[in-house]
C-alpha cells in the first residue's frame, strides 16, 4: 500500500459515498485509476464496504469513549480476546507506543461503563490503563 492508497481510504472513511470523479479530483489523479485501486484495495481486503453511519447508531450507547491498556508479560491476545467479548466494547486494537491495546467503548450510561472499565482492569496482565470519553462527535 502506498501514499495514494492511504488517501483513498482516508477519502472513502470521510464519504464513502464519494463519486469515482470528486475521488479522482481530490487526490490528482484519474478516475481509472481511482476505480483501479478500490477495485486493488477490495481485492486485498482492505475495503470491507460501504455503510451508512446513522445517528441512531451513536445514540444508542451515548456514553462512549476509550480506554488504552498496557500489558505486562505475554498475554495481549489472551487479554484482547477477553475484553473483545465484553458487550460494551465495540472494538479491540493493538498499538505501537506506550499502550499496548486500545479498546472501543459504549454504554447506556456511566455506571454501566464504569462496571465495564472495572472488569477490564482486574484482568490478569493488565498493568495500567487511561480512559477517555467522547464528549462530542462531529464527524463519524
Known amino acids: 500500500m502506498d501514499d495514494l492508497d492511504r488517501r483513498l481510504l482516508a477519502a472513502l472513511a470521510a464519504d464513502g459515498r464519494a463519486a469515482i470523479s470528486t475521488l479522482a479530483g481530490r487526490l490528482g489523479v484519474t478516475r481509472a485509476t481511482v476505480r483501479a485501486r478500490m477495485e486493488r484495495l477490495a481485492e486485498a481486503g482492505e475495503i470491507l464496504g460501504y455503510r451508512a453511519v446513522l445517528k441512531s447508531d451513536l445514540a444508542d450507547r451515548p456514553v462512549r469513549g476509550i480506554i488504552l491498556i498496557e500489558i505486562e508479560g505475554r498475554g495481549a491476545a489472551r487479554i484482547a480476546r477477553g ?46 490503563s487511561e480512559t477517555n470519553l467522547y464528549l462530542s462527535t462531529r464527524r463519524s
Open 83 to 128: 475484553i473483545a467479548a465484553m458487550p460494551e466494547v465495540e472494538a479491540v486494537h493493538s498499538t505501537h507506543g506506550r499502550w499496548d491495546l486500545i479498546a472501543e467503548l459504549g454504554a447506556d450510561t456511566l455506571e454501566a461503563l464504569d462496571v465495564t472499565l472495572n472488569r477490564i482492569r482486574l484482568i490478569e496482565g493488565v498493568s495500567r
